[in-house]
């Protein structure tokens, strides 16, 4: 289940624990976190799932209830969330991100640029006039790292997957570090972001 909007959403239920997990951060991090409870419950609901509050994990990741996966994320534009069943997905993984160059040095953390298919996928998405490929691969990591996170707790950090970009919108991951996994996942790119998505199926 995915549930998207636009803009902040400050109207919704949320309760007074999460109020206090973002009592002390900036107007604009307290908008995000909100909108994104009011989402999750909007996503859980639609799940036939009534829940009380969502806490954060000392990783920053939500806690979900007992039984299901998911992930949220915000961007300039676009505030989502996407939750599914556990017994159906390991770990859900969504990101989005500006679609454009990245800072120096976040390219190199990502990507192990020595390692042909990962240079490949970015040149095929460059030929096929996708102009910040490197955004699409920084989405992917983004929810590779929180599908696992999703499946397993703790953090794992965005340079922890192999991440392969194919020009047909989808994407390759195997682990680059830790247990090993492997999954494939979507990308695309609409106007000024970059979206990634990844289910990790049950055994």
């Not at 639609?46 to 039984?67: E, K, L, N, T, Y």
């Not at 190199?108 to 006039?129: E, F, K, N, Q, Y």
């Amino acid at each position: 289940m995915v549930v998207v909007t636009t803009d902040h959403d400050l109207d919704g239920v949320v309760t007074d624990g999460e109020r206090d997990a973002v009592a002390t951060a900036l107007p604009e991090r307290r908008a995000e976190f909100v909108t994104g409870r009011v989402l999750a419950r909007r996503a859980l609901a639609g799940m036939g799932i009534q829940c009380g509050a969502i806490p954060v994990a000392r990783s920053g990741a939500p806690v979900w209830p007992d039984g299901v996966v998911g992930s949220i994320t915000h961007c300039v534009g676009l505030r989502a969330c996407a939750v599914g069943r556990r017994d159906e997905h390991v770990g859900i993984g969504i990101d989005a991100t500006p679609a454009r160059a990245l800072p120096v040095g976040v390219l190199t953390r990502i990507a192990d640029l020595d390692r042909s298919p990962v240079v490949a996928g970015l040149d095929a998405l460059r030929r096929t006039g996708v102009e910040s490929p490197d955004s699409v691969l920084l989405a992917a990591s983004e929810a590779v790292a929180k599908a696992r996170t999703s499946a397993h707790g703790g953090w794992y950090g965005i340079d922890g997957a192999h991440v392969e970009l194919r020009p047909d919108g989808s994407f390759a991951v195997s682990a680059r570090r830790g247990r090993p996994f492997g999954g494939t996942g979507r990308w695309a790119v609409d106007g000024r972001t970059a979206f990634a998505a990844i289910a990790l199926a049950g055994r």
